[in-house]
């Protein structure tokens, strides 16, 4: 080719910033098998010690620590260089690995049976004293550990954290691979749609006055990709909500976007479970066994008072509204009456809870609306309890073998409506579970929720909205309810539980226009407003539109359960704070008047602020 | 567990949409080996012929198409259904497969040994008579294919075009997999910067008066990971620009982002150039060899007269400046006298251009600012030129010689600044050679070029701004011209070309305060701007920051260019048009006004459009 005669080396003046040194071994990977081996390291100064005449550092690089040990008798140039070494200092440096003198070996580090004798060091740069430790297990305030990610992220467990969190990454993808779906990537610049949670916007400069919407989910492509013959899809993708950002959440989030074609909701659980099964080998070498347990919505409410059921302890709620609905305690009955119901839950042996943490636990079910919270307590000698009064001793004794109640225990009673007594008896089970620390932390109970009801009724819209979105097909036997009891239809919708937290989500679609239709004039959506922004869809479905259905895993919380953290920020490589804040970047910023004025917008802000650029 | 009561099964009733059918096969997958085997198809008619009473049908899904029979005889009532059946209609069925009869094989089609009788159908939906025609090649304005981007996508070779991306973000990803690299997502909600393309902003409604930017590249955040220690990052991320989008530009584009730790250019050229390597292998099955002939920037120019040189074919630039100083002809001495160049190409075998050819050559040329093209044609009885006049017999015996004259060819010269001629030679060659046919269209010819100019001078705003970005390293030996010839100091920087195509690009960084500093302050960038914009990277910089570079390639280039397409959107789901619209979606739109109110903005439009919901 033309090129023939161009030189193929690069100057080799160009790589003395490192001193000519070529890594050899990551740091974490010696052994006693490479004593008498020759290497080069480069990395970080976790620590170093002046013992004995000689310098010891323990070089950190991404693998793990090793000991560099400097000697001033025989290597004298590297051990003078090594004098200026500090914390975090960054070097590369020759040595050779040896074994370590006998009695100093360290059992706590994978290399801990070697050291490298340096024979040459380049400082390649400076560090300055950290703001905090760079080691595991530090108590930092979070703001301070954002602002200086960076050096956070430096933390083994942090590393850890993310290592894990590529290697969940890969495993779903390897997954999905094998089983024929493929990767297609979706835009990022939509169009904002109803429904759903509050979108982040972007002005269009090229259309004036218009804006795109940062998406919720690919839902709509997906499907598209779905009509387009794909068959089976898979993205691992960025979505957006600009939510107030109260508790674990972020704007940005990762999920595991899945759709496929010609399935009904028992292939894809059972596919699905097949990839949380790897999953969690592939991470955290844990077994998980197949198939999980499944719970109609009903019943977990049921149950457990949650469509999130933690189902790694009991506790379960006990439905007694038939012995309340006659018995002569007013609030009982007239709570069925009213065409709510009674149910309550056995906190097991808490029997002689004071008076004060009776109270703190009504205080609890309070914050989920109950108006109170009865109690029994059950001795050897039959129970103790205010209201045991207004019950005959035959109720009574129905109660306590309705609740399993046994000598020690006190069960706990809500009156109200069924929603009510759901939130704050499902509340009320964990708060107690953990409290007594029934929920062995070591179990990963996964659970699928089906059968979710289609609609739900917003008191504050006055209509009825999407359960999970208005693309979910309801069941093909409540069709005939949609108009009718619209309340009633369940969705072929479900949800994928581990430990009571949602790690999962989704459906079979809609794929006929007619029904798709249906479910929106349900939704309060004319006809013209349907044409108006979800047209392609609706006539998409009228050119061969085949069966499908899909699934979003929330990566995010998937990773954290499997690292065992309490928050996604800590399995996140740059979160953001509650105020949708980097700390370490400080975005969100001002920009200049002709950024503005080029989208043709105008901040509505009264005072203009100090530092705006 | 507690959910052991609850039952495993869901309603068998649910699945009666696919009538009970299970998948076993996909249509393009039968073959002879599969004969009197019952198989459950699932996918769209392309083709229905009503023949000696019998209906055919070609069923198509992801994989290919298979002839499906129905007999009116053997199985009426899947016959009688087949007779609604149209062309894009969804079908699900059920048969045997079966050897064709002699002579009724087909040898177009991979299945077209077989076919499959029928026994029962299921018509899973109907279609309407699509706007064109699911097949290739169709010619059909791209805008109607936008609309219908869910129809056009049913063509086999957008299929084939979107497998192939799969497969190439696959391979890339086990390649860096193989190499240690971890994949790390990094924020879309970022800080808007100075330097670079103009952002995409979003508005922050928690923070009223401030934006986020949509990351024109991650690179702040890849290189804080590499201070963080993470060694060897890569990430294929979304990327937005908001420029106008002539050429075959997209306001979003993924691109393949690679950074890594203690390494030189010459590791990270050979690293990548595997990358490449077992890209092609993996997704057109193509060898190519290794290494990749490399060109400095300034050869590049000077041979090519671009820094994206084509080097399939030769017609390189040669310098006759030398000559052109003392020779008589005034054009040609005044520019060298001037400080500029004369060069000139060979169009081998063009002696016989006409006049209008060459006037057209001229034309094309003066689109680079060329003001005139001389030329001089070769033949066996000596030159024929207008300018012959003007040189000596000796002066003109050198040029010849020098352009490799032989008699037949039209030698070109462009006589102007350096920058003229490199821009109106180097588009001639490539131009000249596309109408010659000399590009042969079946080679893939890699090459690097490297060390660009760290600066490059903008006329407009009268400062130095950097040529790639302001975090890339100036070569070491040229540091010490930063501050006294800022525009002579070369770049640890490279790029990686195909055929004439930049499909990636990158460099070493700086990793040290004080080198950024004065990077920053070459380009005009005062110390308060500096720490505004970009103080947290100043700071990392303090606390160790590790040698280090990266680079990144275009994902949509590099695929469309191993796919053969000519655009980009050849090998994108969902593309944009020129004015950055999605016709399927019809994004960008208008919000509602409560969304701006939210977000403290206004639009600067002056009428209200008509629509604005």
């Known amino acids: 080719m033309p090129g023939e005669q161009s030189t193929n080396t690069i100057d080799a003046s160009r790589i003395d910033f490192l001193n000519g040194l070529k890594r050899s071994h990551y740091c974490g990977s010696l052994r006693e098998g490479h004593a008498g081996e020759q290497v080069v390291l480069m990395g970080w100064v976790q620590r170093r010690r002046d013992h004995g005449g000689l310098i010891f550092i323990d070089l950190r690089d991404r693998t793990g620590l090793v000991q560099v040990v400097f000697s001033p008798e025989i290597y004298r140039e590297a051990f003078e260089k090594a004098e200026s070494a500090r914390s975090e200092y960054v070097l590369a440096l020759e040595g050779t690995v040896r074994q370590r003198p006998e009695g100093t070996a360290n059992p706590n580090l994978s290399t801990g049976e070697i050291e490298v004798l340096a024979h040459r060091l380049k400082i390649l740069n400076r560090a300055k004293t950290p703001p905090f430790y760079i080691e595991d297990g530090i108590e930092v305030d979070e703001n301070l550990r954002l602002r200086y990610r960076y050096l956070d992220l430096r933390r083994p467990e942090m590393q850890q954290a993310l290592i894990l969190r590529h290697r969940a990454a890969k495993s779903v993808r390897d997954f999905l691979e094998e089983n024929g779906f493929l990767e297609i990537e979706t835009p990022v610049l939509n169009r904002s749609t109803p429904e759903g949670a509050r979108d982040y916007l972007v002005p269009s400069r090229l259309n004036p006055g218009k804006f795109y919407a940062l998406p919720q989910s690919p839902q709509q492509f997906k499907q598209m990709l779905m009509v387009a013959g794909f068959d089976r899809y898979y993205q691992i993708v960025r979505c957006f909500r600009d939510e107030d950002l109260r508790a674990d959440r972020q704007p940005e989030f990762t999920q595991v976007d899945i759709e496929m074609s010609f399935i009904d909701v028992p292939e894809i659980l059972e596919l699905m479970e097949k990839l949380v099964v790897k999953l969690c080998r592939d991470t955290i070498n844990l077994d998980v066994v197949q198939p999980f347990p499944r719970l109609s919505y009903q019943e977990a409410i049921d149950r457990f008072g949650s469509d999130k059921p933690d189902t790694r302890f009991g506790v379960e709620l006990k439905d007694i509204s038939d012995i309340a609905a006659g018995c002569g305690f007013k609030v009982f009955a007239s709570a069925v009456a009213g065409g709510g119901q009674v149910k309550g839950i056995n906190a097991s042996g808490c029997g002689l809870f004071s008076r004060k943490e009776i109270d703190d636990l009504t205080a609890f079910a309070a914050i989920y609306k109950a108006k109170g919270l009865a109690y029994i307590v059950v001795t050897e000698d039959g129970v103790k309890s205010a209201i045991a009064k207004f019950f005959t001793e035959s109720e009574m004794k129905d109660i306590v073998s309705r609740m399993e109640g046994k000598p020690g225990d006190l069960l706990l009673f809500v009156a109200d409506k069924s929603k009510v007594v759901a939130d704050a008896l499902g509340a009320l089970r964990v708060s107690l579970a953990e409290k007594l620390g029934m929920v062995p932390l070591d179990h ?21 909205v999407a359960m999970h979105h208005p693309f979910t097909s309801p069941r093909e036997d409540d069709l005939r309810l949609l108009e009718s009891s619209p309340g009633q239809v369940r969705a072929k919708a479900y949800d994928l539980v581990l430990n009571g937290v949602e790690v999962g989500g989704g459906s ?83 920009v200049s008047p002709g950024q503005l004025k080029e989208l043709s917008l105008k901040t509505d802000i009264k005072k203009s602020p100090k530092n705006n650029e």
Chains 1, 2 share one sequence.
């Not at 919380?557 to 370490?584: C, H, N, Y």
């Open 508 to 590: 079979i679609r809609i794929h006929r226009r007619d029904i798709q239709e249906r479910m929106f004039a349900a939704i309060g959506i004319g006809e013209q407003e349907a044409v108006d922004k979800f047209g392609f869809m609706l006539e998409a479905f009228e050119y061969g539109t085949p069966p499908h259905g899909g699934i979003a895993f929330g990566f995010d919380r998937l990773v954290m359960l499997l690292a065992g953290k309490k928050s996604i920020r800590e399995v996140i490589a740059f979160p953001k704070t509650q105020s949708a804040s980097d700390l370490m970047t400080q975005a969100p910023g001002y």
């Open 444 to 464: 990963y109970n996964f659970v699928w929720v089906y059968d979710f009801p289609l609609l739900d009724y917003d008191e504050e819209e006055g209509r009825y």
